[in-house]
């Protein structure tokens, strides 16, 4: 078997204006090492008609660069969602066509063979961009900072390139985020979340960003802290990355709704290991997490009010006409939020965010910095902690409820946050205990949170009617103040059943044994 290259790079969206910024930093003329080259490359992208590629994780191109074809097969390596790691196969070809006989690796090689046998290689999309390369020397460690500016091809559809890349050639990985932090700083990045493949086959299928939910967290009792640390945290990150597309693009809300719940979830599990890392370590991420997802709830709630509230709403009462200058009123506002977000997820501050984590995943990964720093905390079994963290935040849950079942509103959503908690905490550690006790758990409190989450919905429709109401002109508040009197006549219809529930939901969580305790 022959092995890869190993490609690891940073990836950022960059406004054509800032090219010019870039040109002229002070602080990158001592750390270039070699002259800028400029190119203009054409990259064919190939596959099948079924994609057999893409469904496998690869990316096969040929690229022209003015001094012959080179063919590139890449595949999805990675560890970190945030630092793009790939295994790439390079191999010089004659003409602008793919050899997949000219593939290093035997095993690989039969691969592609076997899938695209009886379907051959077509033409599926292709770049082309001007390419601007600069060496850059950091310590130790050397990388390519590249800048494309082009257009991606796919049939009659085209769209825009402007990027930057940066690449580690050789050294730590810690020199990229240290070094993006700093271009950051200086011009503003947009972090990027698709590779120029990812991009090319959407426009070949026409397809829109979906929303992407989480992946399993596979633990036992062998695993360690740092691991289980770097694992469940890497799976909140996977979340946020997979949704930011989705989120941008605003069709479906539950782009915008996962996204959230990634936020929520990596909030929980570094509240939940926060005893084993000082607090440096995990509380400004907590913190910028924290505003990322108040951006995001507040799309959410608009959300929720608009599907599950106002439209339910015209369809069971006899006369709707007075939730259609609300439902106006709240679509402008959605709009508006939506396009606050889309900004947000393109802002300098979401890519230091984004840095921030990817900085923190790769500190303590199996070969970073922090696993040498903490090993002694680190090296103890995950199961010690998930049990100390699973019982205090289950005696939260417990002090709060029995005040929420018949108390204030305030108190059900101090439950309902704490409950949050509890379940995501829960279900990234599910795996270390047998799976009956687990799954009973957390169905029992998946339906408490579901009553709760309703409650939730209806006071903040309510605020939401209220809101867009008091905000009108004179010539609409009295038919936008007819519609919240509508809402608030159909929310309390909705209340009054989950009030119902709540007693009975909590009583049978009580019941159940925590699936932690022995």
């Keep these: 078997m022959v092995p890869p290259h190993l490609e690891l790079e940073l990836r950022f969206g960059l406004a054509p204006e800032r090219i010019a910024e870039l040109a002229v930093c002070d602080w990158l003329q001592p750390r270039t090492v070699a002259p800028l080259v400029s190119r203009q490359l054409r990259s064919i992208y190939f596959d099948n008609d079924k994609l057999a590629l893409r469904r496998r994780g690869f990316a096969l191109r040929v690229r022209n660069d003015g001094t012959g074809w080179l063919q590139t097969l890449k595949r999805d390596t990675q560890a970190s969602p945030i630092l793009w790691t ?34 051959p290689l077509v033409a599926i999309f292709e770049t082309r961009v001007r390419r601007t390369t600069r060496r850059l020397q950091l310590g130790a460690s050397t990388c390519l900072l590249e800048i494309d500016v082009g257009e991606l091809r796919a049939g009659d559809a085209v769209a825009p390139i ?13 020199r990229l985020f240290e070094l993006a932090a700093e271009l950051n700083a200086a011009i503003g990045l947009r972090f990027e979340c698709d590779s120029k493949a990812d991009r090319g086959y959407a426009l070949y299928a026409g397809e829109r960003a979906s929303p992407q939910r989480a992946a399993a967290i596979e633990l036992d009792p062998q695993t360690d802290l740092g691991d289980g640390m770097t694992r469940i ?3 909140c990150a996977a979340q946020i990355v997979g949704n930011i597309a989705a989120a941008r693009d ?68 006899a006369d709707p006409k007075p939730l259609d200058c609300l439902a106006a009123d709240a679509a402008s506002m959605r709009s508006k939020l939506q396009a606050e977000l889309r900004e947000t997820l393109a802002s300098a501050r979401f890519a230091r965010l984004m840095l921030a984590l990817g900085q923190w995943l790769q500190r303590f990964s199996t070969e970073g910095i922090g696993r040498t720093v903490y090993h002694e905390r680190l090296s103890r079994p995950v199961s010690e902690l998930a049990a100390a963290a699973l019982a205090r935040g289950h005696a939260r849950v417990r002090e709060l409820g029995e005040r929420a079942a018949s108390g204030s509103i305030a108190d059900r959503h101090a439950l309902r946050i704490e409950l949050k908690k509890l379940r995501y905490v829960a279900e990234s550690f599910a795996t270390l205990y047998p799976k009956k006790r687990s799954r009973r758990f957390l169905r029992e409190m998946e ?72």
């Excluded at 402007?162 to 810690?174: F, I, K, M, T, Y």
């Excluded at 608030?488 to 909705?494: N, R, Y």
């Design 86 to 119: 790939r295994a790439e196969y390079e191999s010089p070809v004659a003409f602008g066509a793919p050899d997949l006989d000219s593939i290093p690796d035997l095993e690989v090689r039969e691969q592609l063979q076997k899938w695209t046998r009886k379907r």
């Design 447 to 518: 339906r408490l949170q579901e009553v709760l989450g309703g409650l939730n919905d209806v006071e903040t429709a309510r605020r939401l009617a209220r809101e867009i109401a008091e905000r009108a002109d004179a010539a609409s508040r009295s038919d936008l103040e007819r519609g919240a009197c509508v809402i608030e006549g159909w929310t309390a219809q909705l209340a009054a059943r989950s009030e119902q529930k709540l007693s009975r939901c909590w009583q049978r969580f009580g019941a159940v044994r925590p699936f932690w305790e022995s």
């Design 250 to 317: 605003g069709v479906d809300p539950e782009g915008v709704h996962q996204l959230r719940v990634g936020v929520r979830r990596l909030r929980a599990a570094l509240g939940a290991f926060k005893e084993v890392l000082p607090a440096q370590e995990w509380m400004s991420l907590r913190r910028e997490l924290r505003w990322l997802g108040i951006e995001a709830g507040r799309v959410r709630d608009m959300d929720v009010f608009v599907e599950e509230q106002l439209v339910p709403a015209a369809r069971f009462i």
């Design 162 to 174: 402007c990027e930057l890349e940066l690449e580690l050639e050789r050294g730590d990985p810690a």
């Design 233 to 235: 945290a890497s799976s």
